[in-house]
């Protein structure tokens, strides 16, 4: 079975503080696993993916992820939250052919 | 550098009634998705669709729903007799192949649907 878990639905804070937004994932396949964005009433935008090459990722704006096998984890990171980075993020695993989505976690940034 | 267009991006339509979900892909993918985000959920993948084919409707429901990707013109998702649970934001995503692992999916900003 294939599944995403998003262990936090909203987390807040501060600007200029770091970023972690969590998510798990169980597959019986080597997955590829992306983190996407999605600012209100915009379509999805992706910030980074990971493919089986380096565990470390670096994405778009300042994200960067590391996939975890033994934890079988794939979390984002930022060092220090701008207030733009407020929005709903959303971890996203490909495995057996098909993409699988976590059900989201909402950024609030607080000035 | 047009990317994923999708009309009409609101959508109210009365119960019964059918809806029609337009997507036009990033020029040169031939390869389309369409996902369903209900309120405070994730997205959940319903169709993956090449030109003129079918690949994958396993999350598409058996009955009122379909979805085209003709040669020429863009993608419908089409909804007979809508329901109130159908009410939701519908998302289409194109690639320009269909490996998805290795190729990036490009999402349009949503049709929003209400059914009143």
């Known amino acids: 079975a294939q599944s995403v878990t998003q262990l936090d639905s909203h987390v807040s804070v501060s600007e200029g503080t770091p970023v972690l937004l969590r998510c798990n994932y169980s597959?019986?396949?080597?997955?590829?696993l992306f983190w996407y964005v999605q600012h209100p009433n915009k379509g999805l935008q992706l910030l980074l993916k990971?493919?089986?090459?380096?565990?470390l990722v670096k994405g778009i704006n300042g994200f960067e992820a590391e996939f975890k096998k033994s934890e079988t984890s794939f979390h984002l990171t930022k060092p220090s939250a701008h207030m733009s980075d407020a929005a709903e993020y959303f971890c996203?695993?490909?495995?057996?052919?098909?993409?699988?989505f976590g059900t989201g976690t909402s950024l609030t940034v607080i000035p | 550098n047009a990317g994923v267009m999708q009309n009409p991006r609101h959508l109210v339509r009365r119960r019964g009634q059918e809806a029609r979900l337009r997507c036009s892909p990033v020029?040169?993918?031939?390869?389309v998705y369409w996902y369903r985000q209900l309120p405070e959920e994730g997205l959940k993948f319903m169709v993956y669709l090449q030109k003129e084919n079918i690949i994958d409707e396993s999350g598409m429901p058996k009955e009122r729903f379909s979805a085209e990707f003709p040669k020429e013109g863009p993608s419908i998702l089409r909804i007979q007799q809508v329901v109130r649970g159908d009410s939701a934001a519908y998302f289409c995503?194109?690639?320009?192949?269909?490996?998805?692992?290795?190729?990036?999916?490009?999402f349009g900003p949503g049709t929003r649907l209400t059914v009143t």
């Open positions: 020029k040169g993918h031939s390869h």
């Open positions: 995503a194109s690639s320009p192949l269909g490996t998805g692992a290795t190729y990036e999916q490009y």
């Open positions: 996203v695993v490909y495995t057996g052919n098909q993409f699988y």
């Open positions: 597959s019986s396949y080597s997955p590829s």
């Open positions: 990971y493919t089986s090459a380096a565990t």
